[in-house]
């Protein structure tokens, strides 16, 4: 059930920042580097089909450990994700970051209850599940820019 559950959230949390986060982050050029809106929706799309391969991934063979800990580490990094950027920029732009609402009322849970589940069902230790966040973390952050730079590229002639 916590897949599924996840999957709901992380599209909501997608789409909420696909909707809002653009506009959002040209009015606070100081915290957030102004996106054009057909660059994030391009980049967003990308990382919630990652996102939704890798909670499949993992349901189609749950005992694997590569999918197991994919998993474990895209539920960490959005539980992360949840506090920094959305959070840390809310409270510091005194503005409403995008993102901030889904993140705290679906992801946050929802990835407290999968995690919680899996060590206390022995599928992972929380040693394993700080490394796979790490891991998988570090991949989003790198993956973002590369995206964003793409997206550029793809849309260079449209100024919305």
Not at 34 to 59: D, K, M, R, W
Request: positive net charge; hydrophobic residues 55%; proline residues 5%.
């Amino acid at each position: 059930m916590i897949p599924f559950l996840f999957i709901v959230s992380f599209i909501l949390h997608n789409l909420e920042e696909a909707i809002w986060l653009p506009a959002w982050s040209r009015s606070t050029k100081r915290f957030h580097k102004p996106v054009e809106n057909h660059v994030f929706y391009f980049s967003v799309s990308i990382v919630t089909i990652i996102g939704l391969s890798v909670v499949i991934a993992y349901l189609l063979n749950p005992k694997e450990s590569l999918q197991l800990l994919a998993f474990c580490g895209l539920l960490g990094s959005m539980m992360f994700n949840t506090f920094s950027p959305h959070l840390i920029a809310t409270i510091a732009t005194r503005t409403y970051c995008p993102g901030t609402a889904t993140g705290l009322a679906f992801i946050l849970p929802v990835s407290i209850a999968g995690i919680t589940k899996l060590i206390r069902a022995g599928a992972v230790t929380f040693g394993q599940f700080l490394l796979s966040t790490a891991i998988v973390g570090v991949m989003l952050l790198f993956l973002l820019p590369i995206l964003f730079a793409l997206g550029r590229k793809i849309f260079k002639d449209r100024k919305t």
